[in-house]
C-alpha cells in the first residue's frame, strides 16, 4: 500500500529530553511538511522540506529540528527547548500533480 | 498575509438535516480553497479543492462547496447528514509562495444526532 507511515502512535516524553518521530512515504512525493495540532487551533506548520536536503521552517520552529537526508523519509526531533510540546503531530507529502496534501495517522506527543 | 476562518466551532445537526460549515478566507492573490476531513485520532483527508475552475466543487461523501469570490467564502454543504460524517472538518488556503505549504483554520467539529 502506498502512504505515509508515523511512528509511534503515542510518544511520552520526559523534562529535558529529546524525542524524535518518524515520518517515511512511498508515494515518490518531493515535498514533505510537518503541522501539529492543538485543540481549537487548527494545524500549524512546523517545518517543511520541498526536496532532498533541503527543509524550511514553518510558523512555530522554535523547539523543533528536522533533517531530509532521504527522499521517503522526514524525521522530526522535538527539543528540550520546546517548553509545551504536547500536541498531535501530523506529517504530510505533497503530490504537486493534482496539488494535494497526503497527511499520515499522527503521532500524539505527551509529557510525563 | 493569507487567513481562514471558520465560523463556528461546533455545529450540530440531526441525521438527514442540511449540513453547513462556513469557512471565509483572506488572501491577496487568487487562492487555492480546500476542506479536510479528520477522525478521531486519525490523520486528514481531502475532501474537495478548488484551483480556479468550476465555482461549484464537488467533493467525496456528498459534499461540495462553493467558492465567492465576492463573499471570500467557501462554505461547505451537504443535502443530508448521515451519522458517519461526524468528524472535525478544516478549511484551508494555499499560501501564494507555491509550495505546498497550506494555512488552516481552527476546525469545526460536525456533531449529528440520530
Known amino acids: 500500500d502506498g502512504g505515509i507511515t508515523q511512528s509511534p502512535k503515542y510518544l511520552f516524553r520526559k523534562e529535558g529530553q529529546n524525542v524524535t518521530l518518524s515520518c517515511e512515504q512511498n508515494l515518490n512525493h518531493d515535498a514533505m511538511y510537518w503541522y501539529r495540532q492543538d485543540p481549537g487551533q487548527g494545524l500549524r506548520l512546523i517545518y517543511y522540506s520541498q526536496i532532498v536536503n533541503d527543509f524550511q521552517k514553518g510558523d512555530i520552529a522554535e523547539g523543533y529540528s528536522v533533517s531530509r537526508e532521504k527522499k521517503e523519509s522526514f524525521p522530526l526531533t522535538v527539543t528540550s527547548a520546546q517548553k509545551n510540546p504536547t500536541a498531535f503531530y501530523l506529517c504530510a507529502s505533497r503530490d504537486a500533480r493534482v496539488e494535494k496534501l497526503f497527511f499520515g495517522s499522527g503521532t500524539q506527543l505527551s509529557v510525563l | 498575509a493569507q487567513s481562514v476562518t471558520q465560523l463556528g466551532s461546533h455545529v450540530s445537526v440531526s441525521e438527514g438535516a442540511l449540513v453547513l460549515l462556513r469557512c471565509n478566507y483572506s488572501?491577496?492573490?487568487?487562492?487555492?480553497l480546500f476542506w479536510y476531513v479528520q477522525y478521531p485520532n486519525q490523520g486528514l483527508q481531502l475532501l474537495l479543492k478548488?484551483?480556479?475552475?468550476?465555482?461549484l466543487v464537488k467533493g467525496i461523501n456528498g459534499f461540495e462547496a462553493e467558492f465567492k469570490k465576492s463573499e471570500t467564502s467557501f462554505h461547505l454543504t451537504k443535502p443530508s447528514a448521515h451519522m458517519s460524517d461526524a468528524a472535525e472538518y478544516f478549511c484551508?488556503?494555499?499560501?501564494?509562495?507555491?509550495?505546498?505549504?497550506?494555512?488552516f483554520g481552527q476546525g469545526t467539529t460536525l456533531q449529528v444526532k440520530p
Open positions: 488572501s491577496s492573490v487568487p487562492p487555492y
Open positions: 478548488y484551483t480556479s475552475a468550476a465555482t
Open positions: 484551508a488556503v494555499s499560501d501564494s509562495s507555491n509550495t505546498g505549504k497550506l494555512i
